[in-house]
C-alpha cells in the first residue's frame, strides 16, 4: 500500500503561519501532480492547493496569497507554507498524489486555528 507520510500540523492562533510536509515513494512522487485537500467537520473535502511535475500550482481562492505549495525533487516531498491563518482554515490536510489518474491520499493530519 502506498504511503504518503504527512507530518506539521498543529494548533496555532489566528494570524499564525504552519507548514506542512508530505514525503511519498520516488515511484508515485516523480510523475505525480502532488496536492493538499482539506475536509473541516460537516463539509466535503476540498482542494487547497496543487504542483504538477514541472512546478506549475494551482490554488483554492480562498487561500490565494496565503498559501505556498512546493516540492523538493530531490527528497520527493511536498510542503505547503500557511500564512496569515484563519479560524476558517480549522480542518484536517490531506496529501494527495495524482499518478495517471490513480488517487493516493495520506493519512491527514489536524490544522486548528484558534485563539
Known amino acids: 500500500q502506498v504511503q504518503l507520510v504527512e507530518s506539521g500540523g498543529g494548533l496555532v492562533q489566528p494570524g499564525g503561519s504552519l507548514t506542512l510536509s508530505c514525503a511519498a515513494p520516488?515511484?508515485?512522487?516523480?510523475?505525480?501532480?502532488m496536492g493538499w485537500y482539506r475536509q473541516a467537520p460537516g463539509k466535503q473535502r476540498e482542494l487547497v492547493a496543487d504542483i504538477s511535475t514541472g512546478g506549475r500550482t494551482n490554488y483554492a481562492d480562498s487561500v490565494k496569497g496565503r498559501f505556498t505549495i512546493s516540492r523538493d525533487n530531490t527528497k520527493n516531498t511536498v510542503y505547503l507554507q500557511m500564512g496569515s491563518l484563519k479560524p476558517e482554515d480549522t480542518a484536517v490536510y490531506y496529501c494527495?498524489?495524482?499518478?495517471?489518474?490513480?488517487?493516493?491520499w495520506g493519512q491527514g493530519t489536524q490544522v486548528t486555528v484558534s485563539s
Open positions: 494527495h498524489a495524482n499518478k495517471w489518474g490513480y488517487d493516493y
Open positions: 520516488r515511484n508515485i512522487f516523480g510523475v505525480s501532480v
